[in-house]
T-cell receptor, first 112, second 115 residues
């Protein structure tokens, strides 16, 4: 059965520092992977996704994630964070059906 | 595109009352999802519709919950009677094509508080 693990429930980081939010999944088949961001009192917004092709995917606001099949990971990274990146980040996995399995989320707190 | 529209954005009600949450998916999308988000359980899929037909309602907590999709542009999630443990944020999401993993687009959510 699919599962997603986000080991870090909270990650505090200073502004302009790099950050990595970890996501590991378990699945016996090929998967599609997603990162969503949720700002306070808002819905989830797609940040980036891996469906196929290049294992490194990027978002328009400087985040990137790399699909590592051998490590069953899809960690999210940003080389320099801003205050505005403060939000909760959710990793999700799908085996190609409608069903997403979401992780428990990681709260990123960017400190001035 | 207006995105997924949900109403109301906030709902406060008393235990035992009926609550109806509404969703308008993105035009052209034929898959619709209702999720519930709580601190304790995270994000849970309640029900999935495809082409207005409920495909998977295994996540609906109990008979007090019901969902309908009378047409491609409207869905409701109803709780009757409501209980304090139903307090949560309820999200509606929609996506494009059946049989292919399209991205799910989420609405802003309805924050429900049952007193």
């Amino acid at each position: 059965a699919q599962s997603v693990t986000q080991l870090d429930s909270q990650v505090p980081v200073f502004e302009e520092a790099p950050v990595e939010l970890r996501c590991n999944y378990s699945s016996s088949v090929s998967v599609y992977l997603f990162w969503y961001v949720q700002y306070p009192n808002q819905g989830l917004q797609l940040l980036l996704k891996y469906l196929s092709g290049s294992t490194l995917v990027e978002s328009i606001n400087g985040f990137e994630a790399e699909f590592n099949k051998s490590q069953t990971s899809f960690h999210l990274r940003k080389p320099s964070v801003h205050i505005s990146d403060t939000a909760e980040y959710f990793c999700a996995v799908s085996e190609g059906t409608y069903k997403y399995i979401f992780g428990t989320g990681t709260r990123l707190k960017v400190l001035a | 595109d207006a995105g997924v529209i949900q109403s109301p954005r906030h709902e406060v009600t008393e235990m035992g009352q009926e609550v109806t949450l509404r969703c308008k998916p993105i035009s052209g999308h034929n898959s619709l999802f209702w999720y519930r988000q709580t601190m304790m359980r995270g994000l849970e899929l309640l029900i999935y519709f495809n082409n207005n037909v409920p495909i998977d309602d295994s996540g609906m907590p109990e008979d007090r919950f019901s969902a309908k999709m009378p047409n491609a542009s409207f869905s409701t999630l109803k709780i009757q009677p409501s209980e304090p443990r139903d307090s949560a944020v309820y999200f509606c999401a929609s996506s494009g094509r059946r049989g292919y993993q399209e991205t799910q687009y989420f609405g802003p959510g309805t924050r429900l508080l049952v007193l």
